[in-house]
């Protein structure tokens, strides 16, 4: 299955990546979906006829694109029940109106992002400590190579698999798709599995960190 990282990006921007996820089964065809996370009540329609309107909800997540210029980090809005309008404080005295903004960190360390939308009816803020900055290569290496998070799909257990312990252990993060940690787990052994029965059935994100910094990140399906 293909994902689309930037989907809100026109063309080649939206950073398709063919075949990320493997399918238990053989797929002939399929239609692509991109629910829409904004909507809400439809202002005005005759179907609205509790006259609801839309209250907005702040969220975002944020990657780094290039690994060689790791102190511009991009933000994604996922803010949902119609917002109009952004505000980014980016807690380096930076800011900025835009949706999905691109901001450039003056040195490495840790900030707290604020994203405040609003509309006619109201406004929501959301706030969020991010960590900038890189480690050197030797710092990553009792960590190298790569862990395994399999099987992906996956139904009720999920498991990491680790080529080597140390004496620092790895944090494994899940996200759901709005950005939001649901599972955190200190990795102590070569494998750790983790019970995901309780999990609703969907696309979910996943970080590897080490010393606080990620070094490997990736996307689960569970069935």
Known sequence: MHVMNFPNRKGTQCDLIQRAIELPYY????????PNYRLGPVDGSACDSLGINNLPVALFRHDVEDTLLPLA???????????????????????????????????????????????????????????????????????LPLARVLPNPCGDLLRVSLP???????????????????LTRTLTHFETPLDTKR???????WQLRYRGVVAQSGKVVKQ
């Not at 080597?164 to 649901?182: H, S």
């Open 27 to 34: 797929t002939s065809g399929a239609n692509a979906y991109y």
């Open 73 to 143: 980090v991009t933000f994604t809005d996922l803010s949902y029940y119609a917002p109009t309008n952004w505000h980014w404080d980016f807690g380096d005295g930076g800011a900025s109106q835009d949706t999905s903004p691109v901001h450039v960190f003056p040195a490495a360390g840790a900030y707290n992002v604020c994203l405040t939308v609003s509309n006619a009816y109201a406004a929501d803020t959301f706030c969020r400590q991010i960590q900038v900055g890189t480690v050197g290569l030797s710092d990553l290496l009792p960590v």
């Open 164 to 182: 080597a312990m140390t004496g620092e252990n790895p944090v494994f993060v899940l996200f759901d798709m709005f950005g939001r940690p649901i």
């Open 199 to 205: 999990l609703p059935a969907g696309m979910y994100g």
